[in-house]
């Protein structure tokens, strides 16, 4: 799992700050819901974290096993879920799947039909990505991100497009997948969100 230290972290688009000065330790296997309102910066505090993002001032350090991550190998440790993030729509899902396994391992055929099946997504050749849903596109996008073998999960509004019974799918998912990870959801104070045991983290004391 992974540690994530900030010492005096800020982030600023030209002379806009979005936030500064944040110092904080966040401990490797416990669960962060990053909170605050449209346009606080949620979105980019989550990139700085993933490493997308370098902080403009201050130090983001990450470790696992006590092992300081090098920045630029920090892809190989984080998994992603975002709005921001889109699915390649020319892809039927089994070949969306078997692209993703390039870049990150996930579970064998029969578990990955198997979740696939209980998130109510078509799992076949003949339909491309492009005429799945909003709430569709939204499951498999939790999907990739919760099955790869990623040791830090960030979710940012995790239950976009998804209607009562997706969001209880989201949950349960979140419940077995994101038990061996150290997890970070940027939510709208939408408790669903980020059920159970997590530690609020709220932007706006650092603007």
């Not at 993002?53 to 350090?61: D, E």
């Not at 396994?101 to 198997?114: F, M, S, T, V, W």
């Not at 998130?119 to 909003?134: T, Y």
Request: aromatic share 10%; proline share 5%; charged share 25%.
């Amino acid at each position: 799992m992974m540690r994530i230290e900030l010492h005096g972290a800020g982030k600023k688009f030209g002379r806009q700050w979005v936030f500064r000065d944040v110092s904080h330790v966040f401990e490797p296997g416990r669960r962060y819901a990053i909170l605050g309102k449209n346009g606080s910066g949620k979105s980019t505090f989550l990139k700085m974290l993933s490493g997308f993002l370098p902080p403009t001032k201050g130090r983001v350090v990450c470790s696992v096993d006590g092992m300081q991550v090098d920045p630029d190998k920090m892809f190989a440790h984080v998994s992603v879920s975002a709005p921001y993030m889109e699915l390649i729509e020319e892809f039927t899902l089994p070949e969306l799947i078997r692209f993703h396994r390039q870049c990150k391992a996930l579970p064998n055929d029969k578990i990955i039909g198997q979740i696939i099946g209980e998130a109510g997504l078509p799992f076949h050749h003949e339909k491309q990505i492009r005429q799945f849903s909003s709430g569709m596109k939204q499951r498999v996008k939790i999907i990739l991100a919760m099955l790869s073998d990623a040791r830090l999960l960030l979710l940012d509004e995790p239950c976009s497009n998804l209607d009562k019974e997706g969001r209880e799918w989201y949950g349960r998912m979140l419940a077995v997948y994101g038990s061996n990870k150290t997890v970070f959801v940027a939510s709208n104070h939408q408790a669903e969100e980020y059920p159970g045991n997590f530690s609020p983290f709220t932007l706006s004391k650092f603007y």
